[in-house]
T-cell receptor, first 110, second 111 residues
């Protein structure tokens, strides 16, 4: 059973455009992480959000955790070709287990 | 810094064959994980080991076994491979409340 749905599944945009990726669940998570994965490599952590309503910024990337800790969003401002990749959210359940989202594959065209 | 090392990187098996995927981490992490990644399904947890000497089932454990050999090493075994187990397998390690660090994956095809 997939508990974390990401949308959109695919996104192809021009350099300089803005975009938002959504991660939604009916379950509550103690924290939520966002990863980016390049072809042939494992996911690499971008950010962890812990508190409901929390907003974190990482240069042009803004991450928000929903007030009820069931959903999250990733907003990229002025996308660049280097942002191309697979973006994954992962919600933490219990002490050790993480549930990963279905993934959003982003392509930024120069 | 090696981080999490997985071997082999690629493997092709015939249905019914067995094999063991190896994972080692050099970050002195207590917890280790095995995931499989299939198109459109993100990563699904197969097994995890919260600490040396313990292992627990994840979302999709059927057809797999694991061994936490020591603090550094966590192996995944397919006793009788099936085509449905064709996937990319990732190992990860972490400490409590710390982010997971992933290896680069093993690409496994079962014919």
């Amino acid at each position: 059973t997939q508990l974390l749905e990401q949308s959109p599944q695919f996104l192809s945009i021009q350099e300089g455009e803005n975009l938002t990726v959504y991660c939604n669940s009916s379950s509550v998570f103690s924290s939520l992480q966002w990863y980016r994965q390049e072809p042939g490599e494992g996911p690499v952590l971008l950010v962890t959000v812990v508190t409901g309503g929390e907003v974190k910024k990482l240069k042009r990337l803004t991450f928000q955790f929903g007030d009820a800790r069931k959903d999250s969003s990733l907003h990229i401002t002025a996308a660049q070709p280097g942002d191309t990749g697979l973006y994954l959210c992962a919600g933490k359940q219990g002490t050790y287990k993480y549930i990963f989202g279905t993934g959003t594959r982003l392509k930024v065209l120069a | 810094n090696a981080g999490v090392t997985q071997t082999p990187k690629f493997q092709v098996l015939k249905t019914g064959q067995s094999m063991t995927l190896q994972c080692a981490q050099d970050m002195n992490h207590n917890s280790m994980y095995w995931y499989r990644q299939d198109p459109g399904m993100g990563l699904r947890l197969i097994y995890y080991s919260a600490s040396e000497g313990t292992t627990d089932k994840g979302e999709v454990p059927n057809g797999y076994n694991v061994s936490r050999l020591n603090k550094r090493e966590f192996s995944l075994r397919l006793e009788s491979a099936a085509p449905s187990q064709t996937s990319v397998y990732f190992c990860a390690s972490s400490d409590i409340n710390q982010p997971q660090h992933f290896g680069d994956g093993t690409r496994l095809s079962i014919l």
